[in-house]
């Protein structure tokens, strides 16, 4: 461990000569090395390529100077790429880090099917998961679709709301719509239907019950609360935001055009000012019970989710996914305040993991 308390982000780096991305993070990491300072930390942004080589970035009178830099006592990882995650860079990132004595969080992406089955195992957990199942044959798109008026069809390693298929029971057959397209297709038939579905998809898929959710002005609303670790397994909620679907589409992601709300003004939309409190607050519950349960169950260790909710039209909250590399475009931030509380919570989480160590 080095004399001087050390914690590096692990990210992709794209360098020019005429400046240096840390892409969508960039400002975030801004944000982390300020506070940083503040804490009295060493604090650096690398990629695995760069780790090896004892190079980083420190944010230095307000630009970021690459420099030799020491081991990292902790590792926030940042990486936005599987494909990254099985480099051989990351793998030798690895051996090193456990040498040195180092920690990493947020070691890898969870998908979905893993997600699931782990919740699963809570039975306190199992009313708000929506049924799901390994897209395997064509039997397990008719049995959801004979169960449920809607079904999803979801890749297990997406995100940003791709590659998802909503499948719906019509007079005509069966409708099938695209995240990333406006258009639909009927198919009188369940084979029909899967033999399409093939032709579009080579990835393992979930299929996953149709939810009636809640909306304004027709469009789906979810919520995305970020949870951070505080110390052992007690998380806490940082923030809690509402996005609204595009206009005709079925997923809220911003990324795929979704409307940031605030939650407090979504919520007095449907409910009384008490009853938006209370229901503010199970969202926040039941977002830190999914965090306890993924971080107790999953291997490796985790120090940041982003748990995405939804109300359906009886009032009923549901786990819709976790993102264990959550958007750093979701949280509002006061014009005071120019470190937004989850940086901070993740340098806190930093320190404790050194402090628990020394």
């Known amino acids: 461990m080095s004399e001087q308390r050390t914690v590096a ?19 975030f990491c801004e944000e982390l090395a300020q506070y940083g300072k503040e804490r009295g930390l060493f604090f650096y942004v690398t990629s ?6 004892r190079i980083g970035y420190q944010w230095i009178d307000g630009e970021w100077a690459k420099r030799d830099v020491p081991p990292a006592d902790v590792v926030y990882n940042r990486l936005h790429s599987r494909q990254s995650e099985h480099s051989p860079s990351f793998a030798e990132l690895l051996i090193r880090l456990a040498e040195e004595g180092g920690a990493m969080f947020n070691r890898r992406f969870l998908h979905k099917w893993e ?10 957990l199992h009313p708000h998961l929506p049924k799901t199942a390994l897209w395997s044959s064509e039997d397990v798109l008719e049995s959801f679709l004979a169960a449920f ?11 940003q709301g791709r590659g998802i298929f ?12 695209h995240s990333t ?7 009188s038939s369940i084979d029909t239907l899967a033999s399409a579905l093939r032709r579009r998809t080579k990835r393992p898929m979930i299929v996953q019950q149709g939810l009636e959710l809640r909306t ?14 505080v110390r052992n397994n007690h998380w806490r909620v940082t923030s809690a935001v509402a996005r609204a679907a595009p206009p005709d589409q079925f997923v809220a992601n911003l990324a795929r055009g979704g409307e940031l709300m605030a939650i407090n003004a979504v919520l007095r939309k449907w409910h009384t000012a008490p009853d938006a409190f209370h229901q503010k607050q199970l969202l926040k519950e039941i977002a830190m019970e999914a965090a306890t349960v993924l ?3 999953a291997e490796g260790l985790y120090g940041e989710f982003g748990i995405d909710l939804a109300i359906d039209v009886h009032g009923h909250p549901w786990i819709i996914e976790v993102n264990t590399k959550p958007s750093k475009q979701t949280e509002t931030t006061a014009a005071s305040q120019t470190i937004r509380p989850s940086a901070k919570a993740i340098i806190d989480y930093c320190l404790t993991l050194i402090e628990e160590k020394e």
Request: proline letters at 5%; hydrophobic letters at 35%; glycine letters at 4%.
């Open 9 to 27: 982000v692990l990210t992709e780096i794209k360098e020019t000569s005429e400046q240096t991305s840390f892409g969508s993070i960039h400002r």
């Open 48 to 53: 695995p390529s760069l780790y090896l080589q």
């Open 115 to 124: 997600v699931h089955r782990l919740f699963e195992r809570h039975e306190y």
């Open 149 to 159: 008026p809607s079904v999803f069809l979801k890749p297990i390693h997406g995100s």
């Open 166 to 177: 909503c499948l719906e029971r019509s007079d005509g057959g069966i409708r099938l719509r």
């Open 181 to 187: 397209s406006a258009s639909t297709a009927i198919y």
């Open 216 to 229: 304004l002005d027709d469009r789906p609303v979810d919520f995305r609360l970020l949870c951070h670790r």
């Open 295 to 297: 971080a107790l169950e």
